[in-house]
């Protein structure tokens, strides 16, 4: 069983650029998640999918984002016009469909962006 | 509202001696996890251990066990026989629904 993966592991680009990335989740886990975590801070949540249906978005997720599922399988997150405070690493995790707030999200590598 | 609060930003210890990691939490959820995690420098965050607020024992897995007070709203960390493999940021996590709320890390430093 392969974990979660993300593509690709390091992006640099300019302000004004738009930028897109891929997460595949652990094959049958229907729940994917997003975060964001910037230099010495803990992750922070973005948005989450079950299956292709997108079921919360954070208010840190700007008009500029947007995320997609579109078959219920891997996800993109993608930023508009990217500014230099988008610099971050960007997290992917995936869950399987259980009860309550117990179930445990495992996470990709990341993928950390750099706005020159 | 959840919040978690680790207060030690960085720990030095010595390789094969046991450490603790604090870690206090608030929410008014009457059902919530508790997780740790490790991420070494390479950046992925790796699960360690997971206690549900209704489990009447504390979790343990391997040389991590989770030290549990509800009524302190503590979930501390403990790594038995610490080694050189252990040096990496942790995080305390708390879940009270779909979205996981990040403490702002410990950075353990294991010394030979």
Known sequence: DTGVSQDPRHKITKRGQNVTFRCDPISEHNRLYWYRQTLG?????????????????SRLLSD????????????TLEIQRTE????????????PRLAGPTDTQYFGPGTRLTVL | AQK???TQPGMFVQEKEAVTL???YDT?????????YKQPSSGEMIFLIYQGSYDQQNATEGRYSLN????????????????LGDSAMYFCVLSGGEKLTFGTGTRLTIIP
Do not use: H
């Open chain 1, 41 to 57: 801070q803990g992750p922070e949540f973005l948005t989450y999918f079950q299956n292709e249906a997108q079921l919360e978005k």
């Open chain 1, 64 to 75: 500029r984002f947007s995320a997609e599922r579109p078959k219920g399988s891997f996800s």
């Open chain 1, 84 to 95: 230099q405070g988008d610099s971050a690493m960007y997290l992917c995790a995936s869950s």
């Open chain 2, 4 to 6: 978690i609060t680790q």
């Open chain 2, 22 to 24: 604090d870690c206090t």
């Open chain 2, 28 to 36: 008014s959820d009457p059902s919530y996890g508790l997780f740790w």
């Open chain 2, 68 to 83: 549990f007070q509800k009524a302190r709203k503590s979930a501390n960390l403990v790594i038995s026989a610490s080694q």
